[in-house]
């Protein structure tokens, strides 16, 4: 169940498909980031949310980074989620820790789509 009121961050977002559902579950008095470092993907990202058009995806911003150095505060978002992303992080024990970093305690948990590379990441994450 997702409330309202909640910050999500959709890491590796791609064309945005996940945080364009993430932002109609949230509603307006949510926020959703969208977060790539591809500004080829965001722009695709950007303009499906314009060509759309619905308003609760006014909630969404879209931010180019690495997901290895999250340019958020610690404890920022209620949730995050990463669509098919985690197998193409280099780093990614980083990309976790900077995950758990940014992620309020006690109130989410990184939603992995792939549960084959979580599996892999915790498997990795005994080696850190
Ligand atoms: C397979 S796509 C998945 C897109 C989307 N999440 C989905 O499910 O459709 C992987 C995305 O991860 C992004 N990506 C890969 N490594 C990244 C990193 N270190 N930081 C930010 N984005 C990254 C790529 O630019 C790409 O858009």
Known sequence: MIY??????DLCCGSGDLAFL???RVGSDGK????DFSRKQLSVASLRQHLLSKACYKNIEWIEGDAIELPFSDC?????????GLRN????CKAMQ???RVLKPGQGYPSLISIKALNHLLHQLRYC
Do not use: K
């Not at 959703?32 to 977060?35: E, K, M, N, Q």
């Open 32 to 35: 959703v980031i969208g977060f």
């Open 4 to 9: 309202f009121y909640h910050h999500f961050l």
């Open 89 to 92: 992080v280099f780093d990614r």
């Open 22 to 24: 993430l932002s109609e």
């Open 98 to 100: 900077e995950m758990f």
């Open 76 to 84: 920022s978002f209620d949730a995050i989620t990463m669509g098919y």
